[in-house]
């Protein structure tokens, strides 16, 4: 072999081997810095969801908390999910939109009414008034 190629490849493993620990150190950063995220994320994740599960008990008056505690708590409740956006075509949103205005105005119009009647007509069809016997197509 050449003594003008052996150099060259010597230069080259060199370089090859400079590159490596710092490539490793790299992607050993990169790794930490994911797992960390994931640990962030799991931890926020499960905050939530005890934030959730757990219903709003009302502290008794012998129980008072320091301002402290209440601006922490406070700040936990403040961060909550973000919707997620609904992929729809503008006809499907505005078909969605129409049913639910539909739906609000019959419910005001229940609540408006007596209120005798039960809270779910807002998932029952509307219902035809009650026909008596006289005004019926067969007489009886």
Do not use: C, F
Not at 76 to 92: D, I, Q, T
Not at 111 to 127: F, L, V, Y
């Amino acid at each position: 072999m050449k003594l003008k190629n052996l150099k060259k490849k010597i230069q080259r493993l060199q370089k090859r081997l400079q590159e490596g620990p710092k490539k490793l150190a790299k992607l050993r950063r990169k790794l930490q810095e994911a797992e960390a995220a994931k640990a962030m994320k799991a931890a926020r994740k499960s905050a939530a969801r005890a934030t959730a599960a757990r219903p709003d008990a009302k502290p008794s008056p012998a129980e008072k908390k320091s301002p402290a505690q209440t601006t922490a708590a406070k700040k936990a409740r403040s961060v909550k999910k973000a919707k997620r956006k609904l992929n729809l075509s503008p006809e499907r949103r505005a078909q969605l939109a129409a049913a639910m205005k539909a739906r609000w105005a019959a419910k005001r119009a229940a609540e408006a009414g007596p209120k005798a009647a039960s809270s779910d007509d807002q998932h029952s069809a509307p219902e035809s008034s009650p026909q008596t016997p006289e005004s019926r197509p067969d007489g009886g």
